[in-house]
């Protein structure tokens, strides 16, 4: 760290210390500094971490267990020895204890579908003393003088069965375990191991590590409650925005930070988020029909004039309810929550923002949707709203756009780039004086990977790219670095 910024941060650290804020401020100890994240279904998070896996024993076949006399002799060969049982597994990864007294040999065949390298992870809890050979080669090793598991990734060819051994090394045999593919494009693990970035994500033994210094909490959905690592997205095996943007804030701030996710997927703006003050509107269509288009917590997102809106389970501003009332009560328990910085207190410190696909951001021909063109007057109000709602009305955002296909083949006027613009607008202090020098607009189409070099196949959520989710993170955790200086 340089001389200047170390005074910066100096100097930031004491006026942190003279802000007011919610919670109770300690004067001994700098505030909590609390960002905000909302949005769909990408900022809920669908990077992949791991290549396809899942439990194991939907790969194995023909599994049969023999049990030989004795503890574990790592001398013995027990392809040579003869057994006292040999059963067949009926069902395996039941997680109920093999046959019989002695040392359990587990052996089958393991069939993959796509040709490429793979970790075997198999055994829960105390069934993972075993080891494991695949073909002949040694896969996985844990026993009880070492701890940490040993994996050697194989090579496996799709649709070949190729056989397998674990020799479980206590009583707890009969538990599958996991299976993962490493050499994957496009899920982290490779675009870190094998691509060499976001080297911070890491150990020397290649291992993902949380952060220390960083506190993440999922409300609504990717609910996870930890220190900031990988897993904080959709599921375990997931990654939003938050690991990138985490990483850039918590290497700012002297102070600790927490990363409240508050999001759900296939939500649109001009509805599920509608912000408090959206007026209801009138628009007429092609065909001449004039509709109205809900306001906040009318029953309906439109319904023709001259009738009247059913009344359901759901209304305009609904998931805005939710999602930051959850954030807001999870503040307000802020000690309960939060225990190893009870008394300590909180600033907020920011908002950050990616969504769009709901109100038309794949569309990239054709006419604006009806949402698409009152996009911006809704982010706009969406802006003021929270600042509003959490005390915090110079807190900086930033909003992350949409960038499906990186933008390739949008036609001017269609939703996607109507939407696009409106993101881009709201930071341009021409547009929006009001804006000026707190909000800051990330481009997100340059962060776009194609399939070829992806999990999957599905342009909606970026093809599961983890590079793609980690770019939009750290442009969106720079932004917000900007904005704060």
Known sequence: MSMTKSIKKIFAHLAALSIAFAGNLSAEEPAVQVYILSGQSNMVGIGQVDGQGSHWRGLVSDPVVSVYPGDYDPAADYDQLE????????????????????THVLRGFITVEQTGIYEIRPGYGRSELNITTVGGREVHRKTPDEPKRILTPVKLEGGKKTPFQTIYLNENGGSAGYYSRVDLPGTLRNVVLEGGKFPYLVNDEGEFVPRDDVWYKGVVTAPADKWLDVGCGADSNSI????????????????????????????????????????????????????????????????EKGTEPKVGGWYAGKQYDDCFDGAQEVLANFDQEFPHWAGRGYEIAGFGWWQGHKDGGEQGDGGPTVHAMKYEENLVRLIESLRQKFEAPDAPFVVATCGFNGGEGWQPGSSAATIFQAQMNVSDPAKHPDLAGNVRTVDTRPFYRP????????????????????????AMGCAMVKLRE
């Open 83 to 102: 057994p006292t049982l040999t059963v067949p597994v009926e069902t395996f990864g039941a997680n109920s204890p093999f046959p019989g007294e002695g």
């Open 240 to 303: 939003g925005p938050e690991l990138g943007f985490g990483h850039q804030v918590g290497d700012h701030h002297e102070a600790p930070v927490l990363v409240i996710k508050t999001s759900q997927g296939n939500r649109s703006l001009g509805w599920d988020f509608l912000s408090p003050g959206s007026e209801r509107f009138e628009y007429t269509d092609a065909e001449g029909t004039t509709w109205y288009y809900a306001g906040y917590k009318d029953p309906r997102s439109k319904w």
């Open 451 to 474: 399939t070829e070099v992806s999990p999957r196949n599905q342009s909606f959520h970026y093809h599961g790219n983890a590079e793609t989710y980690m770019l939009v993170g750290e």
